[in-house]
């Protein structure tokens, strides 16, 4: 990560990706330009930064972050489309900066076949066993419902009703997986 501190105007720092070059915004895991992870710089060495560059000298300290280092790829760039798309605000029904992004982007937040496949038990596979059984037990009421509504229109929705849980589950699983291994969140919602 390289670091621009401008101190003719106080303190402002703008930090940019070491592999492609792409601004990083504040508080950015990953870079928004080739998703990889990006080091971790804490407040006691921005400090230091800013000191040393008001006595001129040059300083790049930075510490990276553990669990990105053992991300794949793929979960890297899922991560970096869920910042842009607003990070901790984003939540799989709303995205803030949902006009940002593209439609490939779009796709890497809420497309997942495994979770799509296997629903909760990927879950469980992810460590998110209190996000699992929220999400059987709303896809269980969901099912109930339109199976109800089925009964009284006449109309057969027993065929497909297993949809209704392999979609809930594909749209949730990549932004509940950011909100788990980047934010340390530990919901049930």
């Not at 593209?102 to 497309?111: G, M």
């Not at 009284?152 to 929705?157: D, G, K, M, S």
């Amino acid at each position: 990560m390289r670091w621009r501190i401008d101190t003719d105007q106080g303190i402002s720092i703008m930090a940019f990706c070491k592999q492609c070059g792409t601004q990083l915004g504040d508080g950015a895991l990953f870079c928004a330009g080739c998703g990889n992870a990006i080091a971790v710089q804490t407040t006691a060495s921005l400090a230091m930064a800013a000191d040393v560059s008001r006595s001129g000298f040059n300083s790049s300290t930075t510490a990276m972050a553990d669990d990105s280092r053992d991300l794949s790829e793929k979960w890297r760039q899922r991560f970096s489309a869920i910042e842009k798309a607003g990070g901790e605000r984003t939540r799989w029904w709303g995205w803030p900066e949902a006009k940002q992004l593209t439609a490939k982007e779009k796709r890497l937040i809420t497309s997942n076949l495994w979770a799509f496949v296997f629903g909760p038990l990927y879950y469980l596979y992810l460590g998110m066993w209190r996000k699992a059984i929220t999400l059987t037990l709303v896809v269980l009421v969901i099912d109930v419902i339109l199976d109800m509504a089925g009964d009284a229109l006449n109309f057969p929705v027993d065929h497909f009703l297993w949809i209704v849980s392999a979609v809930m589950f594909r749209q949730c699983a990549n932004v509940d997986y950011y909100r788990k291994a980047v934010l340390k969140r530990r919901e049930w919602w």
